[in-house]
């Protein structure tokens, strides 16, 4: 069983950056793809991010190209998600997630673990 705790959430003006972090604990971290999901009010769950168990791959939904970078430190079991020019649509509740053999990055369903999830809210 995997536990993944996210920080970083907060309150940023548009044009900001914020870095969220996701720890791990619980399996063998390097084991797995790791990914970035976000769910606006009103809205479903959306795919931002994605990392490779050994970090060679990444893949991220067109909105977000060129302002978020994924990274994954399998030494310390954490996973960031640093977002840069952040825009007043980026606000959301921001969940890191975990799993193995995935088909389909992008698809939450592949995914195995979840964490709690952090607030991000970017003002206009």
């Known amino acids: 069983q995997v536990q993944l705790v996210e920080s970083g959430g907060g309150l940023v003006q548009a044009g900001g950056s914020l870095r969220l972090s996701c720890a791990a604990s619980?399996?063998?971290?390097?084991?797995?793809?790791m990914g970035w999901f976000r769910q606006a009010p009103g809205k479903g769950r959306e795919f931002v991010a994605a990392i490779s168990w050994g970090g060679g791959f990444t893949k991220f939904r067109d909105s977000v190209k060129g302002r978020f970078t994924i990274f994954k430190d399998n030494a310390k079991n954490m996973v960031s998600l640093q977002m840069n020019s952040l825009e007043a649509e980026d606000t959301a509740v921001y969940y890191c997630a975990a799993g193995r053999y995935l088909s389909d990055l992008s698809r939450d369903s592949t995914y195995d673990y979840w964490g709690q999830g952090t607030q991000v809210t970017v003002s206009s």
């Open positions: 619980g399996g063998t971290f390097s084991t797995y793809t």
